[in-house]
């Protein structure tokens, strides 16, 4: 899956910060909520999560939305988004238009 987050300008330092130190407790939880291969690229203030989950993302959300830990973090970087859901309060989705899967090196 992918979705797409947009900082605040200036939020970048702060963003990355945080980031470097992710609390083991929030790490603990995505593993109980089946979220594995978690990456979070940036270019400026556009930030591309791409992630994979082995219930769904469905689960994923039931799980970490459920937990004050999930809560606590999303508070911690509040102030650092300018946008980070749609008006129906989904993700900003990224859809796959193109996928070159390639030879895999021997």
């Given at each position: 899956?992918?979705?797409?987050?947009?900082?605040?300008?200036?939020?970048?330092?702060?963003?990355?910060?945080?980031h470097?130190?992710?609390?083991?407790e929030l790490?603990?939880?995505?593993?109980?909520?089946?979220?594995?291969?978690?990456?979070?690229?940036?270019?400026?203030?556009?930030?591309?999560?791409?992630l994979?989950?082995?219930h769904?993302?469905?689960?994923?959300?039931?799980?970490?939305?459920?937990?004050?830990?999930?809560?606590?973090?999303?508070?911690?970087l509040?102030?650092?988004?300018?946008?980070?859901?749609?008006?129906?309060?989904?993700?900003?989705?990224?859809?796959?238009?193109?996928?070159?899967?390639?030879q895999?090196?021997?």
């Amino acid at each position: 899956m992918c979705h797409l987050y947009r900082l605040r300008p200036g939020a970048q330092a702060e963003y990355e910060r945080r980031h470097a130190r992710i609390w083991p407790e929030l790490s603990a939880l995505l593993d109980e909520a089946g979220v594995y291969d978690y990456h979070i690229y940036r270019h400026d203030l556009l930030l591309i999560c791409v992630l994979r989950t082995r219930h769904g993302f469905a689960h994923a959300r039931a799980v970490t939305a459920a937990s004050p830990v999930q809560a606590r973090w999303t508070a911690s970087l509040s102030e650092l988004f300018a946008e980070i859901a749609d008006a129906d309060g989904e993700p900003l989705w990224a859809y796959p238009v193109f996928h070159h899967p390639g030879q895999p090196p021997p």
